[in-house]
């Protein structure tokens, strides 16, 4: 045969978690987020219970010439370094352990969770465990607890236990008791349960001198779901095991993004997840806007060359750390991001694209410490820059492309006047008429209120401090993450209430619900105005304010002028145009602050 990147082998689960427990297995999910719920690992044991398949493990060898002085959690295992690395069944195995063993995992906040699964010997069932089941009499509470007993070799006490239990249960509700062929079911299941620690697992173990690419690609063609092994699965990997406490530094951040704390960096517009921290340790230091080649560095890929070795290696990974300390550095992180209510999108709601986010700090921390542009003429760039990008949805799409363009543009830019000069440029040249008469009003034909052209707006009323339609309350306020408390101060009103275009015509949710129909209002304004017709309730807020302040107000919320007595698709294309006139007040604002 050719050569072999693989071998297939059968392991019992029992193996494979003592493989894990001692580190000779490096299965990063233990320090990472669990993301299956309760209910899944239950499918998962009932499967297996009931000798059904579950899939291949895969593994991907260590190279043979690693020094192995690194480690995946903490330092007590036989193993400092994995000799195999798992890179798919990492949810499986990690549900095992946690359900077999009782070890708490992390959920998708990066809490604690102690995954109980509860099991009937009598019939056999799985449940996710629950008060009921804690209660009941019939349920082992946790499956944790029979495996424990077997390790203590007092299964056969468990069981004997349970018997009389549940017999006592019965005898006080006056039921038979437990029968011979009963009892007999009760002992067969519990050795069925503990036996799921022979069950066969199908383990392909791809070798060392595989590449990314091989893997990626032998995982797509055993893998019968067609799922892709993202290059940040190689990485995460990778980074678990090479230097796990670059590892547990970027997880603690991203932890603590998600922990409301003045002190870290808990914040109102994302909550980071690793990738987002690679991403932006990648850019600042290398210059690179695709992940892959975050796997290739930390592989020991001298990007310049291509050659692969050690010394490399350690010397990128190297780089990787310190450009990490400055990315999650606080200071750096809570002064940028602060930018983006500058920029009008005071809660990260109205924000679509999150790598927007990650790409825009590259930008600014690019700015700071490479260039060094003084920090007012900095912050006022990257707000234009953060505003530009998420009104344009910049980085969606083909996100990584445009990023490897602009480090490829940035070779030539050496000096702070020049970098600020060069995105200033890129702000005109995405910014210019034909985009706000022409390419802005038609992105505004949508009933999607997530469109960025629809929080660009929104950003844009922020930007320039407008006040709500019918009000003297600036709406910015209440959009600040808990200013409204349980109950929300203000709503999304339809200017032509729905009930009134049903009468006239106008009966498909796409039509009623046009962004351009859109305006926030205050509670109760939204009570006095409720569904009655444009022309009543313009009409008596007309009369109580006056002509000038009506004008005001029509312009300040991108009303036409007598928008009351237009026909609806007159109006709404006539707001489009003027919702694009605002969102270029906000970017012209910008510019002068």
């Known amino acids: 045969m050719g050569n072999e990147l693989y071998q297939i082998m059968h392991h019992k689960v029992s193996e494979i978690i003592s493989d894990v427990k001692n580190g000779r297995i490096g299965l990063p999910d233990l320090q990472r987020p669990f993301v299956w719920q309760d209910n899944k ?37 036989t193993f400092n370094t994995p000799r195999d690395l798992v890179i798919d069944g990492q949810q499986r195995l990690t549900a095992l352990l946690a359900a077999f063993e009782g070890i708490e995992v992390k959920d998708k906040n990066f809490k604690l969770h102690n995954i109980k699964i509860s099991f009937n010997p009598l ?64 002992e067969e299941n519990i050795k069925k349960l503990l036996d799921l620690k022979d069950y066969l697992l199908p383990t392909l173990r791809i070798k060392a001198n595989a590449g990314e690419e091989d893997v990626a ?4 063609r055993v893998n019968s779901g067609g799922q892709d092994l993202g290059e940040k699965d190689f990485i995460e990997t990778l980074l678990a095991v090479f230097d796990n406490d670059v590892h547990e530094k970027i997880d603690m951040f991203c932890e603590a993004s998600r922990s409301p704390n003045d002190k870290t960096a808990y914040n109102h517009i994302i909550q980071v997840e690793p990738a987002h921290l690679i991403r932006v340790t990648v850019g600042l230091r290398f210059h690179r ?8 560095l930390l592989r020991g890929k001298d990007l310049k ?112 006047d020049e970098y600020v000069k060069y995105l200033d440029d890129f702000i005109k040249g995405r910014f210019t008429d034909d985009y706000f008469n022409v390419t802005l009003p038609n992105q505004l034909i949508t009933s999607r209120t997530s469109s960025p052209a629809w929080y660009g707006y929104i950003a844009a009323i922020n930007v320039l401090g407008f006040p709500m339609l019918f009000s003297a309350s600036i709406l910015s306020k209440y959009l600040v993450p808990g200013a409204s408390g349980a109950k929300s101060a203000i709503d999304k009103h ?75 698709q007159q109006f709404l294309e006539a707001r489009r145009k003027l919702m694009a006139a605002i969102i270029r007040r906000g970017y012209e604002r910008l510019c002068v602050l």
């Not at 569904?531 to 009303?559: F, I, Q, S, W």
Request: glycine share 4%; aromatic share 14%; net charge negative.
């Open 41 to 77: 690992v239950r499918d998962l044991l009932d499967s297996m219970f009931r000798g059904f398949p579950i899939g291949y493990i895969m593994l991907w060898e260590s190279p043979e010439d690693y020094d192995h002085t690194s480690h995946i959690g903490k330092i007590d295992k």
């Open 123 to 186: 019939s056999g069932d799985f449940k996710v465990w629950s008060q009921a089941y804690e209660k009941s009499v019939e349920y082992v509470s946790a499956i944790s607890d029979v495996f424990a007993a077997d390790r203590e070799h007092e299964v056969a006490k468990f069981r004997k236990r349970y018997i009389k239990t549940l017999n006592e249960s019965r005898e006080k509700n006056r039921q038979p008791l437990l029968t011979d062929d009963e009892e007999n079911t009760i």
């Open 494 to 568: 339809h200017i032509f209430p729905k009930n009134y275009l049903r009468e006239n015509g106008y009966s498909d949710n796409r039509d009623q619900n046009q962004v351009a129909n859109y305006t926030y209002i205050d509670y109760a304004t939204n009570i006095a105005i409720s569904d009655k017709p444009p022309m009543e309730y313009v009409g008596e807020y007309r009369e109580k304010m006056g002509e000038e302040e009506y004008k005001r107000t029509c312009e300040e919320n991108a009303l036409p002028y007598d928008f009351e007595n237009m026909d609806y």
């Open 305 to 416: 060359t291509g050659m692969i070795a050690d010394d490399t290696r350690d010397s990128n990974l190297k780089a990787f750390k310190q450009s990490l300390d400055v990315a999650t550095n606080l200071n750096n992180w809570h002064a940028y991001l602060n930018l983006f209510s500058q920029a009008g999108y005071i809660t990260g709601d109205f924000v679509t694209a999150k790598n927007g986010v990650v790409y825009c700090y590259v930008m600014y921390l690019i700015g700071k410490y490479e260039y060094k542009v003084k920090t007012t003429e900095l912050n006022r760039i990257i707000t234009k820059w953060i505003y530009m990008t998420t009104v344009t949805s910049f980085y969606s799409g083909s996100t990584e492309s445009e990023v490897e363009k602009m480090f490829a543009d940035l070779r030539d830019v050496k000096t702070a």
């Open 217 to 220: 690609e032998i995982f797509v």
């Open 289 to 296: 806007g695709r992940l892959k080649y975050a796997y290739q």
